[in-house]
Nanobody, 128 residues
Framework: LVQLVESGGGSVQAGGSLRLSCAVS????????LGWVRQVPGKEREGVAV????????YYTESVKGRFTVSQDNTNNTLYLQMNSLKPEDTAMYYC?????????????????????WGQGTQVTVSS
């Protein structure tokens, strides 16, 4: 059973930084798309970053490029999202998500992303 547990959310002023962590367990497939997805109440979920475990490739939605970095530490099975230069519009619930690789990791950005496994979410609030 795949399990994803996020941590690291919180409140920060605009321009600040936060690092989200996602402890991953139960993987049995050869490779996965691991993503960070955010949601604001009343809006659709938005994929903001993807990490493909097969090659280590990363993908970002345009609004976070140059500010967010997704990475994986294989020694402790943890996915990270380093968020710098945070803006009030980054305020959202952030979810860690995973799906067995289907060749389309790079497409899991923006609205309407599909994953098979989800964490419980961690709130990020950025004040101006």
């Amino acid at each position: 059973l795949v399990q994803l547990v996020e941590s690291g959310g919180g409140s920060v002023q605009a321009g600040g930084s936060l690092r989200l962590s996602c402890a991953v367990s139960g993987f049995t497939y050869s490779s996965y798309c691991l993503g960070w997805v955010r949601q604001v109440p009343g809006k659709e979920r938005e994929g903001v970053a993807v990490f493909y475990t097969g090659s280590g490739s990363t993908y970002y939605t345009e609004s976070v490029k140059g500010r967010f970095t997704v990475s994986q530490d294989n020694t402790n099975n943890t996915l990270y999202l380093q968020m710098n230069s945070l803006k009030p519009e980054d305020t959202a619930m952030y979810y860690c998500a995973a799906k067995e690789n289907d060749g389309y990791c790079y497409k899991r950005l923006g609205a309407g992303v599909d994953y098979n496994y989800w964490g419980q979410g961690t709130q990020v609030t950025v004040s101006s």
